[in-house]
Nanobody, 118 residues
């Protein structure tokens, strides 16, 4: 059973930066896509970005040019560097991975809060 542990959330002022980390453990040999989703209060969960084992990346249009996703297969980790943060980026961010080259995957993290406010 794959388990995901996230870290790196917090509070930041508009224009600031945060880096989210997610480390996976257990049953990792079959994992392909790793990524991040977010859910703001009163809104549906949305896909933010993902990366597949071959290196292809996807970004939601709302974060393209500001967020960068990366992965370290040796450490079983996926990371989200978030720059130029806006108040509308405020949400709970969830790490997600699966065996296919697409999202959403089968496995979810517990979520980490990101708050962007002045």
């Amino acid at each position: 059973q794959v388990q995901l542990v996230e870290s790196g959330g917090g509070s930041v002022q508009p224009g600031g930066s945060l880096r989210l980390s997610c480390v996976a453990s257990g049953g990792l040999f079959s994992i392909n896509a790793m990524g991040w989703h977010r859910q703001a209060p009163g809104k549906q969960r949305e896909l933010v970005a993902y990366i597949i084992r071959g290196g292809y990346t996807y970004y939601a249009s709302s974060v393209k040019g500001r967020f960068t996703i990366s992965r370290d297969n040796a450490k079983n980790g996926v990371y989200l560097q978030m720059n130029s943060l806006k108040p509308e980026d405020t949400a709970v961010y969830y790490c997600n991975c699966g065996t296919l080259a697409s999202m959403p995957g089968r496995y979810w993290g517990q979520g980490t809060q990101v708050t962007v406010s002045s």
